[in-house]
């Protein structure tokens, strides 16, 4: 495995984007640019086509629990260390339940509680998507999936958790289920999440090398 590059600094940076985005969220008024980006992708006709739309919704399941689960197991069979499906399953059940107390500390509504439901294009059930937003629960633990992970793969594969974890986030805002400030303060969420387990969960012993 490869030690991740500057552990405390990627926690103090997360840890800094999160205060933030949840100072911001709490005030409950939108930043400027919030409302246009989600008309924007809710209604974008790139998005909404087939096999997109699909294929977001989809990727979403990597944002909960049976995300979770699902790469957990995925750890434990291709990947040989302990620790591997350790720290993802840490930073997967961290990331979700961190991401529901701040729903309800924070307290900030969703784009159907703000916007017309007319001007948006609902669909997936996700009409009656109301309640606290911020932050977004499933980007929050695609992020720290993602976080955990890509220590453990090829550095020619370590793309792959982040951008399906980008793409999760952008699934929530298409689908009209979150502002963008509560996926940027999912994504800080999920890697302080990640960047913890990894930091709480031991590495691997370094191999002994027999003595001549």
């Given at each position: 495995?490869?030690?991740?590059?500057?552990?405390?600094?990627?926690?103090?940076?997360?840890a800094?984007?999160?205060?933030?985005?949840?100072?911001?969220?709490?005030?409950?008024?939108?930043?400027?640019?919030?409302?246009?980006?989600?008309?924007?992708?809710?209604?974008?006709?790139?998005?909404?086509?087939?096999?997109?739309?699909?294929?977001l919704?989809?990727?979403?399941?990597?944002?909960?629990?049976?995300?979770?689960?699902?790469?957990?197991?995925?750890?434990?069979?291709?990947?040989?260390?302990?620790?591997?499906?350790?720290?993802?399953a840490?930073?997967?059940?961290?990331?979700?339940?961190?991401?529901?107390?701040?729903?309800?500390?924070?307290?900030?509504?969703?784009?159907?509680?703000?916007?017309?439901?007319?001007?948006?294009?609902?669909?997936?059930?996700?009409?009656?998507?109301?309640?606290?937003?911020?932050?977004?629960?499933?980007?929050?633990?695609?992020?720290?999936?993602?976080?955990?992970?890509?220590?453990?793969?090829?550095?020619?594969?370590?793309?792959?958790?982040?951008?399906?974890?980008?793409?999760?986030?952008?699934?929530?805002?298409?689908?009209?289920?979150?502002?963008?400030?509560?996926?940027?303060?999912?994504?800080?969420?999920g890697?302080?999440?990640?960047?913890?387990?990894?930091?709480?969960?031991?590495?691997?012993?370094?191999?002994?090398?027999p003595?001549?």
């Amino acid at each position: 495995m490869t030690a991740t590059a500057g552990p405390h600094r990627r926690i103090a940076a997360a840890a800094l984007v999160l205060v933030v985005t949840a100072v911001l969220a709490a005030r409950d008024r939108l930043l400027l640019g919030e409302v246009g980006l989600v008309e924007a992708l809710n209604g974008n006709a790139v998005l909404g086509r087939f096999p997109v739309e699909p294929l977001l919704v989809s990727l979403m399941v990597f944002g909960t629990l049976v995300g979770v689960a699902g790469v957990t197991v995925g750890a434990v069979v291709f990947l040989k260390p302990w620790q591997a499906p350790a720290q993802t399953a840490l930073a997967g059940a961290v990331a979700w339940g961190a991401a529901h107390l701040l729903k309800e500390l924070v307290g900030r509504g969703r784009p159907l509680e703000y916007l017309d439901a007319r001007t948006l294009e609902i669909s997936q059930g996700y009409v009656a998507l109301t309640g606290p937003g911020y932050p977004s629960g499933h980007t929050a633990v695609a992020f720290a999936l993602a976080t955990a992970l890509a220590p453990w793969l090829a550095p020619r594969h370590r793309w792959v958790p982040w951008t399906v974890a980008a793409l999760v986030g952008v699934a929530r805002v298409h689908v009209a289920a979150h502002f963008p400030l509560d996926v940027i303060g999912g994504a800080a969420l999920g890697v302080l999440a990640g960047a913890l387990a990894l930091a709480l969960v031991p590495p691997p012993a370094p191999a002994s090398t027999p003595e001549a």
